[in-house]
Structures are given as structure tokens and as C-alpha cells.
């Protein structure tokens, strides 16, 4: 694989999906995820770092709950989804972010339905508003919300790479059948080692 080409800091947001407590924290609502995805949170810290320390955008997107209604679409995901998160409401524990991935200055852009954060959210606008180009998208997971949401941002005209260390899926395998086989297609696969590598190059804090 080519060398990736240096990711400008200034004009890149690295998008958290999911990371909250009633997701990948100890009691989720998913917890073959969960389990699959327990190596992800080190990975991703360390990357959220060096992305505030380059001064880079730093989202995470959220499910927020229902807001006292139902969740939205006939997806099947929802019949067990639903009545799991019937209970969710901003700032409630299932919806907080994780604590080791949350810093000052953050963002956090819940939703309330969809099953994927730039399913008519604030999420894209936000991401204009503040002038990314590109987006360094993390977290959880392959199953669904990863393909659809990088599909989202590579058709609305953002640069879109992935560090396979920092996303997961269930079972592994496929999620990183998923990863090579649908995500490629549509994104840049690099390692949150070879980002923070760039960043930590006196250029980038310029």
C-alpha cells in the first residue's frame, strides 16, 4: 500500500460513532459488540490526543434515545434495538460518552433515530460549518452504521479514511470482511499509528 498522503489537521475531523456507555461500555446493549470491540477504546484515545493536540476536530456522534417515541424505520435491528434503548434520554449513562474518550472542547452530536449519524442529523452541516474536508471516522460498527455513514460522507464530497485498529465489528471476521471488501471501496484504510505518526510531525502543528 502507497503511503497516505498527509491529512491536513486544520481541515480534517476525526468522528467518533457510538462511543458511549450503553454501546461499548460494561453493560451494553450489545455485548457480542461490546466484546468484539474492547480493543478498540486504547486505539482511539491515543489518536483523539494527537488529533487535539494538532488542534483537529473531535466529534462524537451519539444515539441519544427516542425521545420518549419510537425508534424510527422497519429495520429488523430494531426489534431488538427498541425496547433496549425505549429508556434512553439525553444525559442519561447509556448515552454518555465513554470518559477515557471524552476531552474539553469536544463535540457531541447525538441523534434520536436512524441507525447511523448522518441519517438527517446536524452531523454533515456541522462538519461544513467548521470547514473539514476530510474525515477520520472511528468506532462502532461495521455492521451497519460504518459502511452507511462513510458512504454518506464520501458521496456529500468529504475525504473519508478509516484506521482499521480504531473500528470493529461482529463477529471480527466479518467485520473486517466488511472493512476490506465494502469500506475500501468508498474510503482511505490507513492504522491510527500511521495519523498520528503524520501529526506528530512539526509541519502539522503549524
Not at 450489545?30 to 489518536?47: E, F, N, Y
Not at 476531552?103 to 446536524?122: C, K, M, N, Q, Y
Not at 484504510?189 to 503549524?206: D, H, N, V
Request: with cysteine.
Amino acid at each position: 500500500m502507497s503511503p497516505l498522503a498527509m491529512i491536513d489537521p486544520r481541515t480534517t475531523a476525526v468522528v467518533c460513532i457510538e462511543c458511549q456507555q450503553g454501546i461499548l461500555g460494561d453493560n451494553s446493549i450489545l455485548p457480542d459488540l461490546q466484546r468484539d470491540s474492547a480493543h478498540l477504546v486504547p486505539a482511539i484515545g491515543l489518536l483523539l490526543d494527537a488529533a487535539r493536540a494538532v488542534r483537529a476536530t473531535v466529534v462524537h456522534a451519539t444515539f441519544g434515545g427516542p425521545m420518549g417515541g419510537k425508534p424510527s424505520g422497519t429495520a429488523g435491528v430494531w426489534r431488538r434495538m427498541g425496547p433496549a434503548t425505549r429508556d434512553w434520554t439525553p444525559g442519561s449513562a447509556p448515552t454518555t460518552v465513554l470518559p477515557e474518550l471524552l476531552g474539553a472542547g469536544d463535540l457531541v452530536i447525538p441523534r434520536h433515530h436512524g441507525l447511523f449519524p448522518t441519517s438527517d442529523s446536524e452531523l454533515l452541516p456541522v462538519l461544513r460549518g467548521r470547514g473539514v474536508q476530510t474525515v477520520a471516522l472511528v468506532g462502532v460498527s461495521l455492521n451497519l452504521a460504518i459502511p452507511h455513514t462513510v458512504g454518506d460522507l464520501s458521496q456529500a464530497g468529504f475525504g473519508v479514511v478509516v484506521p482499521r485498529d480504531a473500528v470493529a465489528g461482529t463477529p471480527a471476521e466479518y467485520g473486517d470482511q466488511v472493512l476490506s471488501n465494502t469500506v475500501a471501496l468508498m474510503a482511505r484504510i490507513t492504522t491510527t499509528g500511521e495519523l498520528i505518526g503524520q501529526w506528530a510531525r512539526p509541519s502539522a502543528r503549524l
